[in-house]
């Protein structure tokens, strides 16, 4: 018994005895029990105490894949709140690091190549304008390749949404350097695209109130009112709690409002 004992211990000090279940120093919790409870926290809008229960268990797990890819998710959701433009860029920063890695863990996988996407978008709105182009032009890549893994990947059909959005609606200048530098990132992007890609988002997952917001935008864009109407009328009947919700929800009653003039 005692021997069983020396040898166990000698595996757990090489990280060789149960690796996925070890202790979390500090935490009292197992890595699946951080996973979960880091999860619930998510699910519940406590975006930074989940943050950190990721990060913790990528200090003792780096290469965790799910905690990867939840922190990269994370780390653009908290920056997105996030007012002053280097503590975003740091966010931002984070995000596509986790996310890259997550990437070459699992390079086929919906999950990281929806991280990556998310994380190259995020970063491109806080970039010049060479660097926000080529950030764009590489999203459809990897978006093409989480759908491919997941078709009914609600988030990414959301971002490829708004991806079309803006490839169709360019301005010159945005047009004009895409084509220097590109050869030209928005090829045959149209609105009716984003709104198809957006309509697909709300059917796999129709309780978000951003997607909603975000269609009835292009719907505006697109001046088809009754469409608008219809799908801002949908937003405002979710139920809503957070803080970042009721704004949307705020919004599209404005939105609703106006288009009934």
């Known amino acids: ?3 069983q004992f020396r040898v166990w211990m000698l595996l757990l ?3 060789l005895a149960g690796a996925p279940m ?4 500090g935490s009292g919790l197992n890595t699946e029990q951080l996973l979960k409870k880091a999860e619930e926290l998510m699910g519940n809008y406590r975006d930074s105490e989940a943050l950190a229960m990721y990060e913790e268990v990528l200090l003792a797990a780096p290469d965790n894949y799910t905690a990867l890819c939840k922190a990269s998710f994370l780390n653009c959701r908290i920056g997105e709140r996030i007012t002053d433009e280097g503590t975003k860029i740091a966010f931002y920063t984070k995000a596509k690091q986790y996310a890259t890695r997550a990437y070459e863990l699992k390079p086929a996988d919906a999950e990281a190549n929806y991280a990556m996407a998310m994380a190259l978008g995020a970063t491109a709105m806080v970039s ?6 080529e950030n764009i032009n590489q999203m459809k890549s990897f978006l093409d390749a989480a759908l491919a893994a997941n078709n009914k990947h609600a988030g990414a059909w959301h971002l490829l949404g708004r991806w ?3 490839m169709a609606n360019l301005n010159f200048a945005e047009a004009a350097a895409s084509k220097m530098f590109f050869g030209g990132v928005c090829g045959e992007a149209t609105n009716e695209e984003a709104a198809t890609a957006l309509q ?10 951003q997607y909603y917001y975000d269609l009835a935008t292009i719907y505006k864009e697109m001046k088809i009112t009754e469409a608008c109407t219809k799908t801002l009328e949908q937003a405002i009947a979710l139920d809503v709690t957070t803080r970042d919700e009721l704004e949307l929800a705020r919004r599209c009653k404005i939105m609703l409002q106006q288009s009934k003039k």
Do not use: D, E, S, W
């Open 1 to 3: 018994m005692k021997r």
């Open 13 to 15: 000090v090489l990280g």
């Open 22 to 25: 070890c202790a979390i120093a």
């Open 128 to 133: 010049g304008p060479k660097q926000r182009l």
């Open 164 to 166: 079309y959005f803006k």
């Open 200 to 209: 697909t988002a709300i059917k796999y997952n129709p309780h978000n109130i």
